[in-house]
């Protein structure tokens, strides 16, 4: 069970107080005694459990994400091409599934501009705080200038968007029960699959997202997944573990 959020001792306490109140996340007075909940400490908002282990934050500045913005395979690597980036171009995107914002991330340093839609409030406030955390530091700041998060459900947020700034491509990567996912990034990632649990309504995303993209939808799938939804994608980029189910605009 997710509870709300525990500032620490050290942490700001203006910043808990927004974080809790745009997230409308209850305030905790003291850590739980079970369950899991958000920690704002003095450098980052981590998603714990009352075990200790297994704590779950966004970062765009350390670790894996500058592993990838340094090493990462540029324009070449599967989601970029999957995106349609060749070339000079870079499309907009809506990632409407945005979760810790890794896609979305690697978009970014591409040069894409970003839309986050996230609609757990958990998820939208670790993404939020990976954000402050990346605009404030040198090396990412001009990325994190292209990604703007908005907390929303994006089968609504994309109904209602203003046919004038529809984006070039909406991209979906829900967590689905099939997800078929390693063991060690189950175990990594399990307080966030826990408190997220399975979208299970993701079929109707893809009909929501080829009505509002310009160019393109991409659905990211485990190799062997089922198709998300009932319409069937005009192409599919088959990797090693992943797949990217690509459709077309429907207006
Ligand atoms: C598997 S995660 C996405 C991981 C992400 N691609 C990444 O690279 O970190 C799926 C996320 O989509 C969010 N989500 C699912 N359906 C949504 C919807 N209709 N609107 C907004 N967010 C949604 C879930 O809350 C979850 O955080």
Redesign the pocket.
């Known amino acids: 069970m997710f509870h709300g959020l525990y500032a620490l001792p050290d942490a700001d306490a203006a910043r808990a107080d927004d974080l809790a109140a745009r997230f409308a996340l209850p305030r905790l007075s003291a850590p739980p005694a079970d369950g899991y909940w958000l920690a704002l400490g003095d450098t980052r908002l981590e998603l714990v459990t009352a075990h200790g282990h297994g704590a779950v934050y966004a970062d765009f500045v350390e670790g894996a994400a500058r592993h990838r913005r340094e090493h990462g395979g540029g324009s070449g690597q599967p989601v970029a091409r999957a995106i349609g980036i060749k070339g000079g171009n870079r499309p907009s995107v809506v990632?409407?599934?945005?979760?810790?914002?890794?896609?979305?991330f690697v978009l970014a340093t591409l040069g894409c501009e970003v839309t986050l839609?996230?609609?757990?409030p958990v998820?939208a406030a670790l993404l939020d705080d990976a954000l402050s955390r990346a605009a404030a530091d040198p090396a990412t700041a001009a990325i994190a200038a292209r990604m703007r998060l908005v907390h929303?459900?994006?089968?609504d947020w994309l109904a209602a968007l203003d046919p004038a700034v529809r984006p070039d491509v909406v991209y979906l990567?829900?967590?689905f029960p099939d997800t078929g996912k390693s063991a060690a990034a189950k175990k990594d990632m399990q307080a966030f699959q826990v408190v997220?649990g399975d979208?299970t309504?993701?079929g109707k995303?893809v009909a929501a997202a080829r009505g509002a993209a310009k160019k393109r939808v991409v659905v990211?799938r485990p190799r062997l997944g089922v198709l998300l939804g009932d319409d069937k994608p005009s192409t599919q980029l088959v990797g090693k573990s992943t797949r990217f189910d690509l459709y077309t605009p429907s207006r």
Do not use: W
Request: hydrophobic share 45%; net charge negative.
């Open positions: 990632d409407a599934t945005a979760g810790l914002g890794r896609d979305a839609l996230e609609r757990s998820a929303a459900d994006a089968a990567d829900p967590m997220i979208d309504d993701a995303l990211k």
